[in-house]
């Protein structure tokens, strides 16, 4: 029911900036948690960040602490994730997602994720 649309995504030096946004369809978009996942080549989808229904909760994973923000507009049914300091290792296909609920405690965790995107490239060069 809820579909997600990347974009932002593109090439970019070591220790450049890019926004990524996620547009979501429908007129529920306040009543989901929205997280932002990457796949690398030859590795397992990771986490990144999450954001609460409201906004006012936020957890990112320990590799993307103090480099990247994630945000939401939900006039606009928008997600965005603010890269800072980009580094080559951030190079992956970015996803966005969606989920009902918000567990403190399992917020990493991809299978409790709803809806997916199809992803957006972002590459860092050294």
């Known amino acids: 029911q809820v579909q997600l649309v990347e974009s932002g995504g593109g090439l970019v030096q070591a220790g450049g900036s890019l926004r990524l946004s996620c547009a979501a369809s429908g007129r529920t978009f306040s009543t989901y948690a929205m997280g932002w996942f990457r796949q690398a080549p030859g590795k397992e989808r990771e986490f990144v960040a999450v954001i609460s229904r409201s906004g006012g909760s936020t957890y990112y994973a320990d590799s993307v602490k103090g480099r990247f923000t994630i945000s939401r507009d939900n006039a606009k049914n928008t997600v965005y994730l603010q890269m800072n300091s980009l580094k080559p290792d951030d190079t992956a296909v970015y996803y966005c997602?969606?989920?009902?609920?918000?567990?403190?405690?399992?917020?990493?965790?991809?299978?409790?994720?709803?809806?997916w995107g199809q992803g957006t490239q972002v590459t860092v060069s050294s």
């Open positions: 997602a969606a989920r009902r609920v918000l567990y403190t405690d399992s917020y990493y965790s991809a299978p409790l994720y709803d809806y």
